[in-house]
């Protein structure tokens, strides 16, 4: 059996009351890691009988990815907590720059030093520069402005920024040797018509982190990419799931597990020779478009 050498470990996760970011908890947790889970629910745009109607429908779209997006993460922390693990759970707006040492001592005083960050959190609107992609159906598009670039950026690239500065901060005040960071990114990072500014923003995700590999790896921290292709976080339809099957090497659409258990091996000490490195984790999606 590989042992992952993980028990022990803290691990601070953003964006995990759902999704990605709950599967990587679980699994974290199932290998003994205290895991410390953060997550922001925007204003709603369904209304609460709508959300509760997409929950028990499950059928994705629009609702449904909404209805996960405004869960609180007490279900992720009971599960975890059910299985013999340690999770603590805080609502935090990471497009407010305060927020995040404010984070790092709440972990500290009930979890522990972060061992392990996993900067997950995302923040999607979709925009466009061309008003013929504009549309109100399903998942609404709208054309680019200033407001909305500025909120991508400060959600999606700044906070990641100031997460693994603040971590390096920390770590290195109590003389640690031995860290890991994972980013989010996007397989669509490169481009990606219709969400223009959240595909720009996970690219300089994905900067920063080489910049941080480079820069803290004689530190004893590695830092590494996941770029996820299309996973069912609630917004794939039984359609899309279908011809993304059809689409993918590996015949299926991913689950959040899928990224998680790679996040679990980028923390472990097996990939302990492994920094700077962006995997693709979407089932050979991004190879077959």
């Known amino acids: 059996m590989i042992d992952p050498q993980l028990s022990g ?16 908890a679980i699994a974290l947790a199932a290998q003994g890691v205290r895991v410390y889970l953060t997550y922001y629910r925007a204003v709603p745009a369904h209304t609460p009988d709508q959300l509760a109607q997409a929950q028990a429908l499950g059928i994705g779209g629009p609702a449904l990815y ?3 997006q405004q869960q609180a993460a007490d ?25 995040i040492p404010a984070l790092y001592t ?22 466009t520069f061309d008003p013929a ?25 700044r906070a990641v920024a100031l997460l693994m500065a603040e971590y390096l901060h920390r770590y290195l005040a109590r003389g640690a040797t031995w860290g890991r960071i994972v980013t989010v990114s996007t397989d669509a990072a490169h481009a990606h018509p219709s969400n223009i500014s959240y595909a720009a923003s996970k690219h300089a995700i994905e900067s920063y ?63 302990r020779w492994l920094t700077g490195q962006l995997l693709y984790v979407g089932g050979g999606w991004r190879m077959s478009q």
């Open 9 to 24: 470990r803290v691990a601070l996760i953003t964006g995990a009351n759902h999704g990605i970011g709950a599967a990587t």
């Open 66 to 68: 909404e209805a996960r």
């Open 75 to 99: 279900k992720v922390v009971d599960l975890i907590h059910a299985a013999g693990g340690t999770a603590v759970a805080s609502e935090a707006d990471l497009s407010e720059p305060d927020t």
């Open 106 to 127: 709440a972990c500290e005083r009930t979890l522990g030093p972060v061992d392990i960050l996993v900067a997950n959190h995302t923040h999607c609107v979709l925009e």
């Open 133 to 157: 992609r504009e549309t109100s159906i399903g998942f609404a598009v709208r054309s680019t402005t200033a407001a909305s670039i500025d909120a991508h950026f400060a959600v999606n690239a």
């Open 209 to 271: 982190s080489r910049s941080a590999a480079t820069e803290m790896g004689h530190y004893g921290i590695t830092v590494n990419i996941v770029a996820p292709g299309p996973i069912q976080t609630g917004y794939l339809t039984p359609d899309q799931i279908c011809d993304i099957a059809a689409g993918t090497p590996l015949g299926r659409g991913g689950e959040p597990s899928d990224v998680a258990d790679v996040i679990v091996f980028l923390a472990s000490e097996q990939a």
